[in-house]
Nanobody, 115 residues
Framework: VQLVESGGGLVQAGGSLRLSCAASGIIFSINTMGWYRQAPGKQRELVAVITSGDDITNYVDSVKGRFTISRDNAKNTMYLQMNSLKPEDTAVYYC?????????WGQGTQVTVST
């Protein structure tokens, strides 16, 4: 199984980024998937989830209304559209199944939001 995150970068507060997660080696469509992030000195947290089949989404309160999770099962790819970014969104972002599998963690993609 390989999950490869991309799309991170440096952006000013108020800006936008779109993260992608390309999956291989798993039957992507049957997995509930999530985006996680880990800020410096903090524990990794789940920020967004999308279910398999009916694509129901859920978000941590701090990103509700700003982030949108989506998936394209035909491309085995998941996305995270991040708008109105804040400095506190600075973190390494990872994708994984939900609940996560330890052997699924990839390298993540760094998102840095400047003031």
């Amino acid at each position: 199984v390989q999950l490869v995150e991309s799309g991170g970068g440096l952006v000013q507060a108020g800006g936008s980024l779109r993260l992608s997660c390309a999956a291989s080696g798993i039957i992507f469509s049957i997995n509930t998937m999530g985006w996680y992030r880990q800020a410096p000195g903090k524990q990794r947290e789940l920020v967004a989830v999308i279910t398999s089949g009916d694509d129901i989404t859920n978000y941590v309160d701090s990103v509700k209304g700003r982030f949108t999770i989506s998936r394209d099962n035909a491309k085995n790819t998941m996305y995270l559209q991040m708008n109105s970014l804040k400095p506190e969104d600075t973190a390494v972002y990872y994708c994984n199944s939900m609940p996560f599998r330890r052997d699924y963690w990839g390298q993540g993609t760094q998102v840095t939001v400047s003031t």
